[in-house]
């Protein structure tokens, strides 16, 4: 029985997404890889599914990304001129795919992408994870993202 079981477990396959970021990104590649890049405060999250178009990669049982939504009012924009004072900014859940988790009420300073994927059904975005420079907000380098940023402008 132990040998069937093993057999069917072999072949019974889905996939999987892991992370896998190495070391910590410097400021200023950081800042330039980034569209946006702001100080701001958690003031909400919620689990979302994000509907994907995965036809034209043949898989039929990938309808949904569940990802966190987190609701960010902004204190200070760094780079990225169309942000609001409000925004959003989604992200795994922390789980091994790489997603940053953020605590309501807590102040960050955010590294975020624009993502627009076609097989996610032409989805655009704003999402960070924990391979980028996000982290809880820090004077020091708060005060060296902006000395970064004044030298080139990056808005």
């Given at each position: 029985?132990k040998?069937?079981?093993?057999?069917?477990?072999?072949?019974?396959?889905?996939f999987?997404?892991?992370?896998?970021?190495?070391?910590?990104?410097?400021?200023?590649?950081?800042?330039?890889?980034?569209?946006?890049?702001?100080?701001?405060?958690?003031?909400?999250?919620?689990?979302?599914?994000?509907?994907?178009?995965?036809?034209?990669?043949?898989?039929?049982?990938?309808?949904?990304?569940?990802?966190?939504?987190?609701?960010?009012?902004?204190?200070q924009?760094?780079?990225?001129?169309?942000?609001?004072?409000?925004?959003?900014?989604?992200?795994?859940?922390?789980?091994?795919?790489?997603?940053?988790?953020?605590?309501?009420?807590?102040?960050?300073?955010?590294?975020?992408?624009?993502?627009?994927?076609?097989?996610?059904?032409?989805?655009?975005?704003?999402?960070?994870?924990?391979?980028?420079?996000?982290?809880?907000?820090?004077?020091?380098?708060?005060?060296?993202?902006?000395?970064?940023?004044?030298?080139?402008?990056?808005?």
């Amino acid at each position: 029985m132990k040998k069937y079981l093993l057999i069917v477990m072999l072949f019974i396959t889905s996939f999987s997404f892991a992370c896998s970021c190495i070391g910590k990104s410097k400021i200023k590649t950081s800042l330039k890889s980034a569209d946006a890049v702001f100080v701001g405060t958690i003031i909400s999250s919620k689990k979302v599914k994000i509907k994907m178009d995965s036809s034209n990669v043949g898989i039929d049982s990938l309808n949904f990304l569940s990802m966190m939504e987190y609701k960010i009012s902004i204190t200070q924009r760094i780079k990225g001129k169309t942000l609001n004072d409000t925004i959003k900014v989604y992200s795994g859940f922390g789980n091994g795919d790489c997603g940053f988790r953020f605590n309501i009420g807590q102040k960050y300073i955010v590294y975020s992408h624009f993502e627009e994927y076609s097989w996610w059904g032409k989805v655009n975005f704003l999402s960070t994870d924990i391979c980028m420079r996000t982290m809880i907000y820090n004077d020091k380098e708060y005060k060296k993202l902006i000395r970064i940023g004044k030298r080139k402008d990056y808005s």
